[in-house]
């Protein structure tokens, strides 16, 4: 699509129905495809809650991961208000409140025929609250990422991605959010490191398949905490992995880790 991809102050002055402003649930044929993550990442507990629409048809989950226990998730009692975050979900029960900035927007071409993307991620947010396992109470003061996503993506869409966040050598607070597969152009991407709330835009991700590592940064899967999902439904089809973890390494910015927490994904879906 001819002016993509943009990033930042630019994307506000595109002649496109973008956030906050009404999208169409239809264009050129495609579906609109639109969700809101938010991700709590640390060594005590980690979590993620999800809200999304596929055309008219919803989706919710969440999922919560102690160490050395098996994911615990599910697909009712979420709620979002504003940049608060809500799971009543009997035995699980979550009331967080993420510190949001503005966060990073990008609007990426996809597929051609007039597909786009927009995007706006966070991650390296500060995080307060608590989180209640079978009576349980974790008070949660942590850091954290946004996915803010809306657009007419591929009928057939694949990715790799990673969120985390976590410490530099320095003691830099950091996040980062790195993908492929989507929103993942040379330059104007979504791809993004953050240093103490600050963002740059970092090169072209470089995944391994199996999710053990991206760009410098080796990935040490917590046992049995992966979110895994396999559906086939003919018109709609999804294959998904999502396990959580810590990381070490170097950013690809350059800068070492002393600690690292988050998620990686692979994603392929039929929408």
């Given at each position: 699509m001819d002016g993509l991809p943009v990033r930042g102050d630019g994307v506000a002055s595109l002649d496109l129905p973008l956030p906050p402003a009404r999208m169409p649930l239809l264009r050129r044929g495609r579906q609109l495809k639109r969700w809101r993550y938010v991700g709590v990442y640390g060594p005590e507990v980690m979590l993620c809650v999800g809200v999304a629409r596929i055309g008219v048809v919803p989706k919710r989950w969440w999922a919560v991961v102690l160490p050395g226990r098996p994911v615990r998730e599910g697909a009712r009692g979420v709620r979002f208000d504003g940049s608060r975050v809500v799971i009543d979900a009997?035995?699980?029960?979550?009331?967080?409140?993420?510190?949001?900035?503005d966060g990073v927007e990008s609007v990426n071409s996809h597929g051609g025929a007039g597909g786009y993307v927009w995007t706006r991620k966070q991650a390296g947010v500060p995080v307060r609250g608590w989180v209640e396992?079978?009576?349980?109470?974790?008070?949660?003061?942590?850091?954290?990422?946004?996915d803010e996503t809306a657009g007419y993506h591929a009928r057939h869409t694949s990715w790799l991605w990673s969120a985390g966040v976590g410490r530099g050598a320095g003691g830099e607070r950091v996040g980062w959010n790195?993908?492929?597969?989507v929103n993942d152009g040379p330059a104007g991407s979504e791809r993004t490191?953050?240093?103490?709330?600050?963002?740059v835009e970092v090169p072209p991700s470089d995944f391994a398949l199996d999710l053990s590592r991206v760009d410098g940064l080796s990935f040490d899967e917590w046992p049995d905490s992966?979110?895994?999902d396999d559906t086939n439904l003919l018109l709609f089809r999804s294959r998904y992995r999502q396990p959580f973890g810590s990381f070490s390494g170097t950013l690809p910015n350059g800068l070492e880790l002393a600690e690292g927490w988050g998620v990686m994904e692979s994603h392929e879906v039929v929408w």
């Open positions: 009997g035995d699980v029960r979550a009331d967080l409140l993420v510190e949001e900035g396992v079978d009576g349980r109470r974790l008070e949660v003061d942590a850091l954290g990422a946004v790195l993908v492929t597969g490191v953050w240093v103490e709330g600050g963002p992966a979110r895994v």
